[in-house]
Every structure is written in C-alpha cells, then in structure tokens.
C-alpha cells in the first residue's frame, strides 16, 4: 500500500486512531530552552496523563528536567562531548526502555536519533517519528552540508511531522511521509484586558525571544526607533526585550549606539512568567526571518497582546493580515512601525485585532496537538509493520 506524500494534517492522515498505550521515547538535544523543548514538555506531560509510558531524553543544560511532570521519566545528560554522550545515552535509553516510538525533536537530536537508529536492523528497531519545529539554521557552522544530511536522512522517519505547512513543504520528495501537526497552548476561558495605551500615554512594545540571527532583533530596534520618533508628541514608547542568545551582547551595543532610551533588557524570561509579560504589552514584535510555528505567537494572541510578525515560515497560516494581526515583509522595520502606529492609535483597530486572534487561536489547543501527534505514532507503526 503506497502512502507515501504530504498530508495537509493529521486529521486528513487518520486522526484520533485509537489503540492500547504505547511506550514514547522523546528525544530533544538543544542546551537551551526554547519552543521545541517547550513542546517536548507539554507533549510528554499529557501522554502521560493519557496512560501512555513516557520517557524524556535531553541534555541537562536545557532546563527540561524542572518543567517535565512527575509522570515522564526524565533521562537527562551532561557533561562535555555532548553528541557522543546523548547518542550513547539514546542507545541506553533503545535498551532499557524499549520504546514503540522514538520521536525525535529539532534537527540535532533528529540528525543524532536517525543515525543511530538506522544502523538497527528495521525489524527490531522501533518507530520512528520526528518533528521539524522549524528548518534548520542557517547560522549554523557548515549550514549548507547540516541541510543536506538533514535532509538525505528524513527517509529514515517512519513519520516526519512538521508544526506548519511551509515547514512540511521544504521537505519536498525528501521525506516518505509528512504529517502536520500545529503546536497547541492552552488559551484562557476569556479575552484578557488590553494594556491600551489610550489613558497612561504609555505604549509598551515586548520582543520575546532567544537573541539569534534568525529573530532578527536589529529590525525591531529599527522599528521601535521610527515609531518613537513619530509618535512621540502623544505617547511615551518602550521596548521590552526578554530573552538572551549569542548576540546579547550585540543587541545591547545596538540599543546604546541607537541611544538606548526607552530600551529594557529583562534576561531569559520563564515559560510560566510570559503569560504574564504578554498581558502587559501593547503589541509583541515578531520580526524572525525565519520561522515554523512560534509559541509565542500563539500566547500572544491567546492573552490578547496583539501581533506585529514578519510574513515567514507557519506565521501566514496563523494571521490574518489587519484581520487577527499585522503581516510585514522580513526586515521591514518601517512596516513593524506603521503596523504599531495604527494599533496605538486606532484603538478600536486594536480591540477587533485582539478578540478575532483570541477566536482564531482556539482551534490551537494541546488537545489537538497531542492528537494528531498520537496519529502520527499509530501511522507510524502500521506503516512500519506492513514494511516488515
């Protein structure tokens, strides 16, 4: 039976099979924390919580082990060498915990787990699902040869899973069988109250993210820079920065060069406290050059904070241009400050903007991610038993 292809969701590829539990082995191996091992988290927490045997394997840098629910084995390494100590551990891991599916997450533990399992014979190894949360960076040392071998490789998932329908279409006829599955968050019962600027003068702009190339801070500095200068006879701005990265430094020498005022650097922010952060802003900059489907985006819109994001990656699947947010070109820091000028100074713009995103982000629950990703373990056992 030829299944081979893109499905457009899981839904479409046989949503909800039901089956007993499974044994999950999830695999991540980034040092720090960010969207795929906040997935990781709360994808491990609810299958547990849906009887199914969880394992979580990660570096211990990450900060995974102090999210996981008590439910999740946590399998955690350290130390230096850390490929050779996360492939080991995942053959440990193969061993002892004998999963029916290893998910894979982000394209170092996917490269790392797909290389170890397919020196395993098929027949004894077990499924292999893994989830592109992104592409990988081209940042990266030796990005074009990284690509190649993510890519010559994705033959060996049972199930690749992308978190967007861009993400899943860079695959093209590289991968045997592409699902997608959105992340989810769980989005509050009612539309949070807006931080308007309308009665403190105040516009409070928030840039939420790891300090990389690929967020594309310097564009939002621009932005922020330009919408001061225009707005500045009838509001006070602010930028709120909170995250850090290998260009920390960068960006602080970047805000002082621009005259630093107005500017506020917070550090890595907690995943419990950006509900919070969120709540208090006017509008979230969302300038990445590239993307897949950023959790960020999603608590922005679910706690009414509205979104000023860059037209890449899963972001045009999730916005709707001036109707659930405002879509800009990349690197366009004068289009993020038209964008925030309008939501400052339109407030009933800003409202319709925050209840349609608050609407729109309902069908991006957790519920329905860690459905389609139980689909894609079943899909995966059933393609992989009829193979063998």
């Given at each position: 039976m030829d299944r081979s292809g893109l499905f457009p969701d899981a839904t479409e590829a046989g949503c909800r099979l039901t089956g007993p539990e499974l044994r999950v082995l999830l695999v991540v191996a980034n040092r720090d924390y960010g969207g795929a091992e906040r997935h990781v988290v709360d994808l491990a927490g609810e299958l547990a919580r849906r009887g199914h045997r969880v394992g979580c394997l990660f570096p211990e840098a990450s900060g995974v082990a102090d999210l996981l629910a008590p439910e999740v084995e946590a399998l955690a390494v350290g130390g230096p060498w850390l490929p050779y100590r996360l492939t080991r551990g995942l053959r440990t891991a193969l061993r002892v915990f004998r999963p029916d599916v290893v998910h894979l997450h982000g394209p170092r533990a996917t490269l790392l787990g797909r290389l170890v399992l397919g020196a395993s014979p098929r027949r004894r190894r077990p499924a292999v699902v893994s989830t592109a949360h992104g592409w990988v960076p081209r940042r990266l040392a030796m990005y074009p040869l990284y690509e190649a071998a993510y890519l010559a490789t994705a033959r060996l998932d049972d199930v690749t899973v992308a978190v967007s329908r861009d993400t899943a279409q860079r695959f093209g006829r590289w991968a045997r069988r592409v699902v997608v599955v959105p992340n989810g968050i769980r989005r509050p019962a009612s539309?949070?109250?807006?931080?308007?600027?309308?009665?403190?003068?105040?516009?409070?702009?928030?840039?939420?993210?790891?300090?990389?190339?690929?967020?594309?801070?310097?564009?939002?500095?621009?932005?922020f820079a330009a919408a001061r200068s225009e707005l500045?006879?009838?509001?006070?701005?602010?930028?709120?920065?909170?995250?850090?990265?290998?260009?920390?430094?960068?960006?602080?020498?970047?805000a002082r060069r621009a005259g630093g005022r107005g500017v506020h650097f917070h550090g890595w922010a907690p995943p419990r406290d950006i509900p919070r952060v969120l709540a208090g802003l006017t509008a979230l900059l969302l300038t990445s050059r590239e993307e897949g489907l950023p959790y960020v985006a999603l608590e922005a819109m679910a706690f009414g904070c509205p979104l000023v994001a860059s037209a890449v990656g899963g972001l045009p699947e999730l916005i709707e241009d001036g109707v659930t947010g405002c879509l800009v070109r990349p690197g366009d820091g004068d289009g993020v400050a038209r964008a925030v000028r309008r939501l400052a100074t339109q407030p009933g713009f800003a409202e319709t903007v925050r209840r349609?995103?608050?609407?729109?982000?309902?069908?991006?629950?957790?519920?329905?991610m860690v459905d389609g990703t139980e689909s894609a373990y079943r899909l995966a056992l059933e393609w992989k038993q009829e193979e063998t």
């Open positions: 539309l949070p109250p807006y931080a308007a600027p309308l009665d403190c003068g105040l516009v409070k702009l928030g840039f939420v993210g790891r300090l990389t190339q690929e967020k594309d801070f310097p564009t939002a500095l621009a932005a500045s006879g009838d509001f006070d701005l602010e930028l709120h920065v909170y995250g850090d990265g290998p260009l920390t430094d960068s960006a602080h020498r970047l349609a995103a608050w609407e729109r982000v309902e069908s991006y629950s957790i519920e329905a």
